[in-house]
């Protein structure tokens, strides 16, 4: 706790950023009164504001919650920062008028009020003016509990938004802050939720809602966060789910009156990379190991159940096996019940060159590890080494992750021996290897999958690691 308060009076001077550590302090504290939630019928009516940057913002982030609070007879206002962009148009209509309009038509689905404020995306900003006029409002409308974007967010007016109503809080608000994500790994990033709230009997509502913004394409929008839900849900023990973080519970002032969960999701998960009549073998924590394979020195990390199902990890040409542990994806995997080997391959990280083939490499490397149809998830430059055993030796794998990896064209002819189930996962914008090439592998094979993940470049494990691993323990639970 010294350090992180010698941090925040370093930072005193930038509202945003010692938000985001008194945020995180408070998390790792831990707040009893607040992951507990309040359930049950409350004791009076509370005014809830949801503040986002953008019609659809408070929709897509917290529409379950609206819904929720509404139906039982709380006040909840939505305030967007901004509704038009300079003189664009939609439907040969001003932005602005277009997008009011179909906001107004969200809240009625869901029972809530909204709020305009009069600022242009390209005007918003946190500066002095604009955060009176938030603090100016917020007084007014005196809320118990004000709910907006969490401050780490690509999108400015995420974020802009976010700090003028962090800077009213800070000023003078008699009410509970909670923060709510979108497009999260995308938009906001590295959210911390500490509470969960299961959505299933309102989830209906909340894409009835989204639906209304017609001008926004709301059938991606619904794509994206439905994918949030279900990761988030797998987190907490349900099926969908919304996720929340609480800046801290304010003496006397209230909690939002749902019931939070609480995150559950390994024990769920548990035994999802073994049969169900396997019993769990020894848990590897994470370990550097190394082996000997076609006369060079091999270095691997290792994590996870000793029975679980094989997962092995390969690596494109910028990054190395440790890259899997930095994003997470190393402990992901483990704690869903799977054996995880992080590869070095010859000459990177920790390996040296081998004296042998690329061509038959891999399949060396499961000799000496003794690994047995193992799934294999190979990006990028790591196709020279994937594909010559996918296709030559298909019985040696149970399943095939394919991140882009380079060389499928030359494969052409070969692709259709692959027997294994295939996940190819692109980025939206890859400019190395094009996107055709996941149609080439995906239509050469009999059971293949293509995903597509929006606004990812060719390391879509580095620009959207979450996305990866809620799309990858998925393919690996469906796998026989």
């Known amino acids: 706790m010294i350090r992180v308060r010698a941090l925040e009076a370093f930072l005193v001077k930038i509202p945003i950023i010692r938000l985001v550590v008194m945020t995180v302090a408070l998390a790792t504290l831990g ?11 409350p004791e009076k009516t509370l005014k809830v504001v949801v503040f986002g940057g953008h019609p659809d913002d408070p929709e897509s982030g917290a529409g379950g919650l609206v819904a929720l609070l509404t139906r039982q007879g709380h006040e909840v206002i939505l305030a967007y920062g901004t509704a038009f962009r300079g003189d ?50 917020l007084d007014e409308v005196k809320p118990d509990i004000v709910v907006t974007h969490w401050p780490l967010d690509t999108h400015p007016n995420h974020h802009v938004v976010s700090s003028l109503v962090w800077q009213s ?12 994500e979108v497009m999260t790994d995308q938009q906001t990033i590295a959210f911390r939720p500490q509470l969960y709230l299961d959505i299933g009997p309102v989830r209906e509502a909340k894409k009835r809602a989204l639906d209304e913004h017609k001008s926004q394409e709301p059938a991606s929008i619904w794509e994206a966060h439905d994918r949030m839900q279900r990761r988030r849900g797998a987190e907490c023990g349900v099926e969908f789910a919304e996720a929340y973080s609480l800046v801290e519970a304010k003496e006397g002032c209230p909690l939002l009156p749902v019931k939070f969960l609480a995150r559950t999701g390994v024990e769920r998960a548990a035994g999802a990379g073994r049969p169900s009549s396997a019993r769990a073998g020894t848990m590897i924590e994470n370990q550097s190991r190394r082996i000997e394979v076609q006369g060079g020195r091999v270095h691997y990390l290792i994590e996870g159940d000793e029975k679980g199902r094989p997962v092995v990890l390969l690596h494109g040409a910028r990054f190395q096996a440790e890259t899997w542990k930095e994003i997470g994806t190393m402990k992901a995997l483990a704690r869903a019940g799977y054996k995880v080997i992080a590869v070095d391959l010859p000459g990177y990280g920790k390996s040296s060159p081998s004296r042998g083939d690329a061509r038959t490499w ?17 990006p990028s430059m790591s196709g020279r080494f994937s594909l010559p055993l996918v296709t030559e030796e298909p019985q040696r794998v149970s399943g095939f992750v394919a991140v882009a990896p380079v060389g499928i064209p030359g494969y052409k002819d070969e692709l259709h021996r692959i027997t294994a189930p295939v996940l190819a996962i692109w980025g939206e914008n890859d400019e190395i290897v094009p996107r055709d090439q996941a149609d080439l592998l995906v239509g050469s094979v009999k059971r293949g999958r293509k995903v597509i993940i929006a606004g990812a ?23 026989p």
Request: aromatic share 10%; glycine share 8%.
């Open 31 to 41: 707040m009893p009164s607040a992951a507990s939630g309040q359930s049950g019928a």
């Open 362 to 378: 891999l399949r060396g490397l499961l000799d000496v590890l003794e690994l047995e149809k193992p799934v294999v998830v190979s």
């Open 169 to 180: 809080y800070q000023r003078k608000g008699g009410w509970n802050l909670y923060f709510f």
């Open 457 to 479: 470049g060719h390391a879509v494990h580095m620009t959207a690691p979450a996305v990866l691993h809620e799309e990858l323990l998925k393919f690996l639970r469906e796998l």
């Open 88 to 137: 664009r148009r939609f439907f040969d209509r001003p932005e602005g008028e277009v997008r009011r309009e179909e906001a107004t038509a969200a809240c009625k689905v869901l029972g809530a009020t909204p709020k305009f404020f009069p600022y242009a995306h390209e005007k918003l900003i946190a500066d002095e003016p604009t955060s009176k006029a938030v603090s100016t409002w």
